[in-house]
């Protein structure tokens, strides 16, 4: 697993490095987006600066998309593996479980084309829909 792990970092034109192997192997683990906060307690020796680079890297590299769910908190989840440096292709669906408080992608669930009035230009997407997920519901 840490050679296919290494393999995405290389992949992305990021530098392996012991956090960055670490946070990533973290964020695979996860079946929803996860905050800092999350992440620094999931690596207990983890210092907050360094954390915080390690996520701003893999976000400018294509790695990772932030998500802003309303919470205040930004989320952080893997990208599609169409991102790039360039340009993230991130623009699925969010749904924010109301119950449990995570955040999910649903990469099924496109996010429309918005067609803008004449002299505006977006920067980014992002559609949050709030509720009760599968699993609380049960």
Known sequence: MKIQVEQ??????????AMRILVL??????????SLSDIEK????????????TLKTFEQNGLI???EDGTGTPKYALCVEECDTH???DTHV?????????????PDH???????????TSAEMNLVVKGVCEKCAE
């Not at 192997?25 to 996860?34: D, F, N, P, V, W």
């Not at 496109?110 to 505006?120: A, M, Q």
């Open 42 to 53: 999931g690596l207990e020796t983890a210092d907050r600066i360094t954390v915080y680079r």
């Open 87 to 89: 340009e993230h292709h």
């Open 110 to 120: 496109k996010i429309p084309n918005i067609l803008l009035p004449s002299g505006f």
């Open 65 to 67: 998309h932030i998500i």
């Open 94 to 106: 969010h749904f924010y479980c109301n119950s449990c408080k995570e955040t999910f992608c649903l």
């Open 8 to 17: 995405k970092l290389v992949d992305k034109n990021i530098t392996p490095t």
């Open 25 to 34: 192997e973290l964020l695979l683990q996860q079946s929803s987006a996860i």
